[in-house]
Nanobody, 113 residues
Framework: QVQLVESGGGLVQPGGSLRLSCVAS????????MDWHRQAPGKQREWVAQ???????QYTNSVKGRFTISRDNTKNTVYLQMNMLTPEDTAVYYC???????WGQGTQVTVSS
C-alpha cells in the first residue's frame, strides 16, 4: 500500500518561497514517477510538475522558472521548491505517484500579505 505524506506548506508573503516535501512508502521509489498537483479554492485540481525515474522533468506553464521539482531516492522523498510565489499559487498541494496512482493528504500553501 502506497503512502505519501506531504509537509512544508504554510503562509508566505507574495514573492516569498516555500519548499514542500513528500515522503513515500510502500513503493519502489527509485522507479516511481512522481507528480505534484494543486487545487485552489473553487477550482479543479491541476497538475503542476512531474519528475520521472530517470530524472526527466516537466512543469505546467504557469510555474516554469519559479518552481523546481527534485527527488532524493535515498530518502524516498520528492520536493517542490517554490519561489516568487503569488496569490494565484494559493492552493492545497498534493503529491502523487503515477503508477500505482496514490495521493497524499495535501498541504496548504497560502500566499498573502
Amino acid at each position: 500500500q502506497v503512502q505519501l505524506v506531504e509537509s512544508g506548506g504554510g503562509l508566505v508573503q507574495p514573492g516569498g518561497s516555500l519548499r514542500l516535501s513528500c515522503v513515500a512508502s510502500g513503493i519502489e521509489f527509485r522507479y516511481a514517477v512522481m507528480d505534484w498537483h494543486r487545487q485552489a479554492p473553487g477550482k479543479q485540481r491541476e497538475w503542476v510538475a512531474q519528475i520521472q525515474n530517470d530524472g526527466y522533468i516537466q512543469y505546467t506553464n504557469s510555474v516554469k522558472g519559479r518552481f523546481t521539482i527534485s527527488r532524493d531516492n535515498t530518502k524516498n522523498t520528492v520536493y517542490l521548491q517554490m519561489n516568487m510565489l503569488t496569490p494565484e499559487d494559493t492552493a492545497v498541494y498534493y503529491c502523487s505517484s503515477v503508477s500505482p496512482r496514490a495521493w497524499g493528504q495535501g498541504t496548504q500553501v497560502t500566499v498573502s500579505s
